[in-house]
């Protein structure tokens, strides 16, 4: 079982900041990569950031240098700094989770529940 435990979401205005953090946690042998992916209503779901474990960044088209992705010092926890936000940065932000479990039972790709960011004008 692997669980993955979102944060930060929230309500900004246009211009605002907020970061988002995703622990992952459970029977682990080795995470692959983690990031984020967004999904508006009516809107496919599209990747935002995501990391390798060696630290190595990818970012979706619209991002243009206004998000940065973070390994955490934590273990199994990825940062996403979110700056000048706007409007249509507005979705619902689920964690994504690439990996090799402990046990060949369990899923390899796991998901967040998802958490709202809401960015006001």
């Known amino acids: 079982q692997v669980q993955l435990v979102e944060s930060g979401g929230g309500l900004v205005q246009a211009g605002g900041s907020l970061r988002l953090s995703c622990a992952a946690s459970?029977?682990?042998?080795?995470?692959?990569?983690m990031g984020w992916y967004r999904q508006a209503p009516g809107k496919q779901r599209e990747l935002v950031a995501a990391i390798t474990s060696g630290g190595s960044p990818k970012y979706g088209d619209f991002v243009e240098g206004r998000f940065t992705i973070s390994r955490a010092n934590a273990k199994n926890t990825v940062n996403l700094q979110m700056n000048s936000l706007k409007p249509e940065d507005t979705a619902v932000y689920y964690c994504n989770a690439d990996l090799i479990p402990t046990n060949w039972g369990d899923d390899f790709v796991y998901w967040g529940q998802g958490t709202q960011v809401t960015v006001s004008s």
């Open positions: 459970g029977s682990i042998f080795s995470i692959n990569a």
